[in-house]
């Protein structure tokens, strides 16, 4: 038997303290809230977190000397990406009635609404209870969103289990506190899904010490979890939902018949970090063996335990699971596991290996239904100009009345789609501006991702939701002009490094540094299976092509074929290899796009007769580029001679 360590000697972290005097995550919040502020203390707000929203203020607002333009976003816990349609519409009205008139998907397969005034929040959070949603443990020191792959398939049986045990593990781990609905309700307890008896039994069931019989919280206790904890749910073989980054991941195991038999289990993933702190890092899960599907919840809670009495709760930054996996192995953490479990875990069941999927496009349920995975860049669902995808997805909710399952890439998927009802849906996001055939959208916009980050996230360095469109436009530029017209490859950003959109799995990373400056990660592997590394500290975002080039000169040169990745051919060659070319790399043409910019320069030669880039706006370009063609000379000719005229007159 297994029994809760003795506490350190050494000062428990502040928040510690914060979490034990909240009376179970009521105070100094639910005071505050009756205050007539227009923000709330730092106590409250750490209190705030748990119960689904995180006190922000806008940057681009700030005025030296005024108050900081104060607001909150909202969080919303789903498991498995799941929204009812009346859902759906309280968020969409919500983000106009009271936020930016925007929402977000997530990279947890929730929707963030942003802009909300404290004085506000109440009706805000009211409106979601109230439609079947909830925003309890999207933030803060519990268990988090519960991930699924958004594949609502009802003819493959393995991929309902993996949304029914989404559930079900959220319920298992869901805070037990009546604070929730005393705060925002009154008191009143909303109309929800019933649990499964199975799990309301596991949530009691004490084993060895994994549960405190006499508190209002029987598995997190006073203090909750030392840090946030994240679980996923998948199917052998589908990895849309990055389960390498995940605190728990549960693998369905079924038998010939489809039957449910267990799961494979992976523990310790985990993607946050801090610059310049080595003792923080990106980490992939470990496999930790497989549980039969009668004992799943005591395993999870057995898991639970021992993040919840042995991480640590002295110093943040060292908190995660990831941490006690890394400093104990896989052997030890197992071990203690087992002490609170009961008997000893299995050994894995074979596995496939495991393939990125984004069910973009329309797709056949099994059940003569559709569903209609549509891309959304950075999950940010709004009208801006043209592009009408807010009003869309509105629309065809109030007409259809359709459910629909967010993706751990910031997508929608939209099911229970009648074949009669596909034209009409075709129509209205065609009218909209929407693209939903996956061949038609940039391959490069479709594999990426990046964090909200300025102005509104606390945290962030530098850009990223507002400037990987640029970025991403000029790897295709730079892409094209080196003759890799066809070539794409996963590119994730975020602003800081606590890594929210999950740039460390990415084959091309960037994480904000400074303002306007990136560490790049190279490396990672298209299926998010693979690590990547960081290759350079601070890149500044004017020269991206600059950096780029070489890189991607060298990789064309030396791939091994041409369906080797560019995050593989990175992993492959390695940062010795890559670095070496770039040093002697000299770019064939200063001005455009001409046939010796593949070519090194000699080593001999580096530093002699080297041409220097000048760059041009686009319409200039291709004038200068169509004049060359015509004339049958190089544009860089063409550019010296206008070059020398210009100067020669300006001199006289």
């Not at 010939?256 to 523990?267: A, I």
């Not at 043209?386 to 939209?414: E, G, W, Y």
């Not at 002009?481 to 084959?507: D, S, W």
């Amino acid at each position: 038997m297994v029994t809760s360590p003795t506490p350190s000697v050494r000062k428990l972290s502040k928040l510690e303290g914060i979490k034990e005097q909240s009376n179970f995550l009521r105070e100094p919040l639910a005071t505050e809230l009756q205050q007539d502020t227009t923000h709330f203390t730092e106590d409250a707000i750490q209190i705030l977190k748990f119960h689904g929203s995180y006190q922000q203020d806008n940057r681009d607002n700030r005025v030296k000397g005024q108050e900081k333009d104060y607001q909150l976003m909202l969080r919303t816990r789903n498991p498995g990406g799941f929204i009812p349609p009346e859902l759906y519409l309280t968020l969409d009205r919500l983000s106009e009635e009271y936020g930016n008139h925007t929402l977000r998907v997530t990279t947890r397969q929730g929707f963030q609404l942003h802009g909300v005034l404290k004085k506000n929040l109440k009706a805000t959070i009211a409106s979601i209870i109230n439609s079947m949603g909830s925003t309890l443990g999207a933030c803060g020191d519990l268990n988090r969103n519960v991930m699924a792959p958004p594949a609502p398939y009802k003819n493959k049986p393995e991929y309902q289990y993996a949304q029914e045990y989404a559930v079900k593990v959220a319920d298992l781990l869901t805070p037990q506190t009546g604070a929730y609905y005393e705060i925002w309700l009154d008191g009143e307890k909303a109309i929800s899904a019933e649990e499964a008896p199975e799990v309301k039994a596991a949530r009691q069931r004490n084993g060895n010490g994994t549960i405190f019989s006499d508190k209002e919280e029987p598995i997190y206790g006073t203090h909750y979890m030392p840090r946030k904890f994240k679980c996923s749910v998948t199917v052998p073989g589908d990895n849309s939902i990055d389960l390498y980054t995940q605190d728990v991941t549960l693998v369905v195991i079924t038998n010939n018949q489809g039957e449910l038999t267990g799961f494979n289990v992976f523990v310790g993933g985990g993607m946050g970090r801090t610059h310049n702190k080595e003792e923080t890092f990106a980490r992939l899960a470990d496999p930790l063996g497989y549980v039969e599907k009668d004992d799943v919840y005591d395993l999870l809670k057995a898991i639970v335990a021992t993040q919840r009495d042995y991480g640590d709760r002295i110093n943040r930054r060292h908190a995660r699971m990831k941490y006690l996996l890394q400093d104990w192995g896989v052997d030890k953490f197992r071990a203690t596991v087992e002490g609170y479990f009961g008997k000893e875990i299995a050994p894995s069941k074979p596995l496939p290996p495991f393939k990125y999927q984004d069910y973009l496009g329309w797709n056949e349920q099994g059940d003569g239904k559709l569903f209609l995975g549509i891309s959304i860049e950075n999950g940010r669902v709004k009208d801006e100009g043209n592009f009408q995808l807010k009003t869309a997805l509105r629309d065809i909710t109030k007409q259809f009345a359709l459910p629909m399952l967010l993706s751990a890439n910031h997508n929608i998927v939209l099911y229970e789609i009648e074949p009669s009802q596909k034209q009409e849906i075709e129509q209205i996001l065609e009218q909209r501006g929407i693209q939903i055939t996956p061949e038609g959208i940039e391959p490069l916009v479709r594999y990426s991702m990046a964090c909200p980050a300025l102005p509104t996230c606390g945290l962030a360095i530098a850009e990223s939701e507002r400037a990987l469109p640029g970025m991403v436009e000029r790897i295709r530029v730079l892409l094209n002009k080196l003759g890799l017209e066809q070539e794409h490859f996963v590119i994730r950003m975020t602003g800081c490094p606590n890594g929210c959109a999950r740039p460390y799995m990415a084959e091309l990373g960037f994480v904000g540094s400074l303002p306007g400056k990136y560490q790049v990660w190279l490396g990672g592997s298209p299926d998010q299976t693979r690590l990547a590394q960081p290759y350079v500290e601070r890149m500044p975002a004017e020269e991206l092509e600059t950096f780029l080039e070489p890189i991607l000169v060298y990789f064309k040169q030396e791939r091994q074929t041409a369906e080797e990745s560019f995050g593989d051919f990175c992993d492959r060659v390695g940062f010795d290899a890559i670095r070496k070319y770039t040093v002697t790399y000299q770019s064939g043409a200063s001005l455009g796009n001409e046939e010796e910019i593949d070519k090194p320069a000699k080593k001999k030669d580096v530093g002699k007769n080297r041409r220097h880039r000048v760059r041009l706006r686009d319409d200039l370009h291709a004038r200068l580029k169509a004049a060359a063609d015509e004339q049958g000379r190089t544009m860089t000719d063409i550019a010296s001679e206008a070059l020398e005229a210009y100067l020669a007159k300006v001199s006289s």
